[in-house]
Nanobody
Framework: QVQLVESGGGLVQAGGSLRLSCAAS????????MGWFRQAPGKEREFVAA????????HYADSVKGRFTISRDNAKNTVYLQMNSLKPEDTGVYYC????????????????WGQGTQVTVSS
């Protein structure tokens, strides 16, 4: 069992930055590919970014490429999402996700979800 707890959300003006963190419980964190998804009001949850078990491979949605950076620290059981040049359309609840995999950076079968953290970008 893995529990994921997100933090770092908040209200920021367009053009600003936020850093989200996701702390994972358990001793098998390094066996999981990790990722971030988001859900805007009235919309379906969408993929944002993912990172493989070692941190050696990453994958981003086109809408955030060049602005967001995902990283992980396996010693701290934590994954991060650095968000720069934020836009109002980045507003939503951001969810951390974990998928047990030592080969993939594509999250198609998520095993665990966090509870989410709100990000609001004002124009």
């Amino acid at each position: 069992q893995v529990q994921l707890v997100e933090s770092g959300g908040g209200l920021v003006q367009a053009g600003g930055s936020l850093r989200l963190s996701c702390a994972a419980s358990g001793r098998t964190f390094s066996r999981y590919a990790m990722g971030w998804f988001r859900q805007a009001p009235g919309k379906e949850r969408e993929f944002v970014a993912a990172i493989n078990w070692s941190g050696g491979a990453t994958h981003y949605a086109d809408s955030v490429k060049g602005r967001f950076t995902i990283s992980r620290d396996n010693a701290k059981n934590t994954v991060y999402l650095q968000m720069n040049s934020l836009k109002p359309e980045d507003t939503g609840v951001y969810y951390c996700a974990a998928q047990r995999s030592l080969t993939s950076v594509v999250l198609t079968n998520v095993d665990y979800w966090g509870q989410g953290t709100q990000v609001t970008v004002s124009s």
